[in-house]
């Protein structure tokens, strides 16, 4: 089933900043997605404009109807078109993971991971950060899942950086997203933890059958990761393809500005 389409998207930031120009692809469901390029050729843009935490300038972002919190009938919706009602459920059903982790430092580790479901609460019970026994359970099984049971009643912020991005993963996971968006998740990061938190992230995607958009600048990781990298270079792909098709030649075009 393809659960995300991008077709003819185009971003310009002002009067004249044009960093999206003219995006298609299309996902299918499960797909573990790396999107590569230099700094500046739009990754985090494109990200954003899946959610629309960015508002895409035109084209269209079609997701499955049930996204949107529709009975699923098949149809789609473009999520750009989107009142700010349908827009609030898709949130939930799309996470997103931040370079910078964007947890809450003084809260504890379990917390920081309840408020992954806040989304689903009714208002009061949200605004009191009520939560039940069953979604502690949940946040406790989330918690397990990315290694980090241990340190549920910990301060968020005695925690390192690469398990501060656990912690990020098991919020998400509270949403019960059909897809994930992670923009640079592993940038502040070295290259060992990096492969911990990837290791982690791909493994509850497998698992829950959730589709993942993660955009990447270390190379070497995403020919590891990736199922599918989407290579992006001044707003338009330039690759879209497996791992092994990503030949050195196509690399060096686009990272070093040498034609092939
Ligand atoms: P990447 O994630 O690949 O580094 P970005 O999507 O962050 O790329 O940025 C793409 C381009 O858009 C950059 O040139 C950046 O300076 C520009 N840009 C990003 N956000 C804004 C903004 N809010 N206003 C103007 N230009 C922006």
Known sequence: MTILEIKDLHKTYGAKT????????????GEFVCIIGLSGAGKS?????????IEASSGAVLVPRALSGVSADGAKVDVLKLNAEELRLLRRKVGMV??????????????NVLSGGLGY????????????????????????RVGLLDHAYKRADQLSGGEQQR????????????IILADEPVASLDPRLSRVVLDILKRVCREDGIT?????????????YADRIIGLKQGQIFFDGRPRDLTDAIVDSVYHGRDQ
């Open 18 to 29: 044009q960093v999206l120009r003219g995006i298609n692809f299309q996902i299918e469901q």
């Open 45 to 53: 843009t494109l990200l954003r404009c899946v959610n629309r935490l």
């Open 98 to 111: 931040f370079q910078q982790f964007n947890i809450v430092k003084r809260l504890s580790v379990i917390e």
């Open 121 to 144: 609460q009714p208002g009061l019970r949200s605004v009191l950060r009520i939560f039940s026994r069953d979604e502690k359970r949940r946040a406790l099984t989330n918690l397990e």
């Open 167 to 178: 912690v990020a993963i098991a919020r998400t996971l509270m949403q019960q997203p059909a």
């Open 212 to 224: 993942a958009l993660v955009s990447l600048h270390a190379l070497e990781l995403t020919r590891e």
